[in-house]
């Protein structure tokens, strides 16, 4: 497979949108998945290939990062969005906690970015335009959180990650970071939820996965950017 592009986490919102718009003929799309959906379904009829990976465990990275070595040539791209959202709370050990969020959202786009690194550099080599790295990190990374602490710190790590991986890469690779705030909702959320959470921004919308997918284009189009956050938050900052 040559020149793929690898979406992590890509079987429900925006991973899914970012599949589903990304994938061509000329670029073949890969996503990871945890948990059988039935999204998976259409992502197979439409030819992109769906591998079910396991995080949670240097193992598990280790797996998918053989699975695209002996599968692909080269890649144009690697969209880190595979994530998870844990609270502190009074059953879970906050080691535990910790851990787990510093694996998903640290360790494996560590790993993988060191992994594919040959891969991504081949895209350079055959095609003379930089491949992309892109980690979706979140909002809180500037701002911290109360309820979650260890997840907003692992996507601070993430971010930091950015700035490394574009010195080591550069030129052959970009390396940037998209920070998202509130995009959509979930099916569950209640109408006092959505009231209260859409006055934190200045826009006071909810835009949409496309939101997410149209910045994902941009700087996969772009030739000069990296080592940057792109900040999807409607003047959250500010409000």
């Known amino acids: 497979m040559d020149h793929a592009i690898i979406i992590t986490g890509g079987s429900q919102r925006l991973g899914l949108a970012l599949a589903k718009a990304l994938h061509s003929k000329l670029t073949p799309v890969i996503i990871t998945y945890r948990t059988e959906r039935a999204s998976l379904v ?7 290939t769906c591998v079910q990976a ?3 465990s240097d193992e598990g990275i280790a797996a998918f990062s053989q ?4 599968h692909c040539s080269s890649l144009s791209a690697i969209v880190h969005n595979a994530s998870d959202w844990l609270a502190e709370n009074t059953e879970t050990p906050p080691s535990l906690i ?18 594919f690194q040959p891969l991504l550099e081949r ?13 979706l990190t979140d909002y809180v990374v500037d701002k911290g959180s109360k309820k979650h602490i260890a997840y907003a710190a692992s996507k601070a790590a993430l971010a930091n990650l950015t700035l490394s991986f574009s010195a080591l890469l550069a030129p052959k690779v970009k390396v940037n970071s998209i920070a998202p705030s509130l995009l959509m909702f979930n099916i569950d959320d209640s109408d006092s939820y959505k009231e209260k959470t859409l006055k934190k921004s200045l826009m006071q919308i909810a835009p949409g996965e496309m939101e997410g997918v149209e910045a994902v284009q ?11 956050t792109l900040h ?3 003047g959250r900052h500010l409000a």
């Open 54 to 56: 396991d995080f949670s």
């Open 123 to 135: 895209f350079h080599q055959e095609t003379n335009r930089a491949a992309n790295v892109i980690h």
């Open 98 to 115: 910790m851990k787990a969020m510093m694996q998903i959202h640290v360790q494996t786009p560590y790993q993988l970015n060191l992994a």
């Open 218 to 228: 941009y700087l996969l189009k772009s030739r000069y950017i990296t080592g940057h």
């Open 42 to 48: 259409e992502l197979k009829n439409l030819g992109i």
């Open 67 to 70: 699975y695209v070595k002996n």
């Open 232 to 234: 999807l938050d409607g």
